[in-house]
């Protein structure tokens, strides 16, 4: 069986009382909406169904509301008397909006804001978490431009549901048909019943690469683009988490939209260390995910440093070594979570790490393994504790996150 939250073992009914919006558009997949709709419903949900108008070609409303015992909502104003359907009090009321089946037009809408029908509005404006089950033929599934959608919409914290592992797969074959209705009801009832597992829980996550000053318009940087960070925020948030996001200088098109994360943006490693001394003694755990510069230069230029021909010598002095720090002041009861990137000698480096920083388990990361490490959308990991070590296979950023927020929940109760 393949692994993935899709198959974890549902103990109770996790629908019970929750109240799903359900997208559906136009593909032939829609009929399949009305046996997630009796899923749903037989579980003790309640279903409101929002479709979009090529939708209405392949399914009709009035089976939908027959169905959910909801007038069905496609329009922005349902009768010419100036009574409108409120995408804001949809987006409020929902535990939970589920598209499926999701087409690439209706994807890419989702991913630019294209707001010109009532589901994108509503998505616009859901506070609750979303997710997508794609449906179209495999070519419009592999076009680059769907891809890169589905992982625009999944950065954003959205769960892309797929055939076979119930999450976004880093290969392509098989793909584009919609998963089956009764594996996308399991995936909300996994889902709900993870909700709750980190509730109360505080995490501070650093993410993202530290820009060191040399001069008004030069800095001493890396690679780092922050994803497996944002990740990681994502994925704490999902299981009822509070997270403190201290990031460095990343793109803009990284943000962040789950109201369970605050973000504290800061440039260089002195600004990071300063916000993770002064958060982390209210946390109960840290997962630190930055590519920290090491050091930076001794003074920084007031004016722009100008060519002369000569050589250029910077001098560099240490940064502080956040993870060490924060290893110091660590209590009984918090734990600290490290990384480390290695080229060569990775598990012996990635020991010596663990025990030094005092941390309770490392996630290594290898340069020699193809799609590991930074500006990758994918990961390949192996978890060292002082005792034991796990290796995982190569996954989306989001699927590791899992893995390894998996592996804070085992320790934080051990
Ligand atoms: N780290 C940190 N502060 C630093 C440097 C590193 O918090 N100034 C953290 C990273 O976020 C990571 C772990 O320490 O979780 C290991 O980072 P890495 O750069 O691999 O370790 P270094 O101690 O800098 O060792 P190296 O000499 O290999 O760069």
């Not at 009984?332 to 060569?344: I, M, R, S, Y």
Request: aromatic share 6%.
């Amino acid at each position: 069986m393949v692994e993935g939250w899709l198959f974890l073992c549902i103990e109770g009914n996790m629908l019970q009382g929750k109240k799903i919006v359900l997208g559906i558009t136009g593909s032939i997949a829609a009929y399949k909406s009305c046996l997630i709709i009796r899923q749903l419903i037989k579980k003790g949900a309640e279903v409101q169904v929002v479709i979009t108008p090529a939708g209405k070609e392949f399914i009709t409303p009035i089976t939908l509301s027959a169905l959910t015992s909801k007038p069905v909502i496609s329009e922005f104003f349902s009768q010419r008397d100036g009574t409108w359907h409120s995408h804001v009090d949809l987006g409020l009321w929902a535990d939970a909006m589920l598209i499926a089946p999701a087409t690439a037009s209706t994807i890419g809408k989702m991913a630019h804001g294209v707001a010109d029908n009532m589901l994108i509005t509503t998505y616009l404006s859901m506070k609750a978490p979303v997710f997508i089950a794609p449906a179209m033929d495999l070519d419009m599934y592999a076009h680059p431009s769907t891809q890169q959608n589905l992982q625009t919409l999944q950065s954003y914290g959205n769960h892309i549901i797929e055939p076979g592992t119930g999450f976004l797969a880093s290969k392509l074959e098989g793909k584009g048909r919609m998963e089956e209705p009764e594996n996308i009801v399991a995936c909300l009832e996994s889902f709900f019943s993870q909700h709750e597992s980190m509730k109360g829980k505080k995490v501070l996550i650093t993410a993202g690469p530290t820009y060191e000053k040399i001069d008004p318009v030069r800095f001493i940087g890396n690679y780092s683009s922050g994803k497996m960070g944002f990740a990681l925020a994502n994925e704490c948030a999902n299981r009822g988490a509070e997270v403190e996001l201290v990031c460095g200088p990343v793109s803009t098109s990284m943000q962040v939209k789950h109201p369970l994360i605050h973000r504290v943006d800061v440039e260089s490693a002195k600004e990071m260390y300063e916000a993770c001394m002064s958060l982390y003694p209210s946390m109960d755990s840290a997962i630190l995910c930055a590519a920290v510069a090491d050091y930076a230069p001794e003074t920084v230029a007031e004016q722009k440093v100008k060519r002369t021909g000569d050589d250029l010598v910077i001098r560099l002095k240490p940064n502080p070594d956040i993870a060490a720090s924060l290893g110091q002041i660590k209590r009984d009861g918090q734990t600290l979570v490290g990384f480390a990137l290695e080229t060569n000698d990775e598990e012996t480096n990635a020991q010596a790490k663990l025990k030094k920083k005092n941390f309770d388990f490392i996630v290594l990361n290898s340069l020699k393994d193809e799609g590991a490490g930074f500006r990758t959308d994918t990961n390949k990991i192996t978890i060292l504790t002082a005792d034991g070590k796990q290796e995982y296979p190569l996954k989306m950023k989001a699927e590791v996150a899992k893995d390894i927020v998996d592996a804070l929940e085992r320790m934080s109760v051990k």
